[in-house]
């Protein structure tokens, strides 16, 4: 598979399946034994346990939408910079929902074998979000 190819698998999934929740059709870009990782914890989420992260996150945030900035490859590993837009409208880090629309910057670093995401993680700037929700408070001296 080409370093093309596995960008716009990537995009694709994030386009219509993320931006959506479509997830009827989400076999067709995550493999049935796709992991999940966060730092140096890894889960077997699979393609249920994608559907359902997906579909957990656009509980909280209906609208959410994310917008693909840049796009890097090295080999397998697809490196996607995505900029989140969402309304809060679901429990969040134990907040209530407030009605906010939220904006936080993210990297999402996906594997592609086989023209499937074997792997997915990344990383959000979430400080701003939880300052425009409410959750933090800026304290000056």
Not at 75 to 93: C, D, I
Request: charged share 25%; hydrophobic share 45%.
């Amino acid at each position: 598979m080409k370093d093309a190819d596995r960008k716009l698998l990537v995009r694709r999934f994030y386009e219509e399946i993320v931006n959506t929740g479509a997830v009827a059709k989400i076999a067709e870009f995550i493999a049935p034994d796709c992991v999940e990782t966060d730092g140096k914890v890894r889960v077997l989420s699979g393609v249920d346990g994608m559907a359902r992260h997906v579909l957990a996150v656009r509980d909280v945030y209906p609208d959410l939408h994310l917008t693909i900035e840049r796009q890097i490859t090295e080999g397998e590993w697809v490196v996607t910079q995505v900029t989140a837009r969402g309304t809060h409208h679901g429990h969040w880090l134990g907040m209530k929902p407030t009605g906010r629309l939220l904006e936080f910057a993210g990297v999402n670093v996906d594997r592609v074998v086989d023209g499937r995401i074997v792997e997915h993680g990344g990383a959000a700037n979430m400080l701003e979000p939880l300052l425009e929700a409410g959750a933090l408070r800026v304290v000056s001296d």
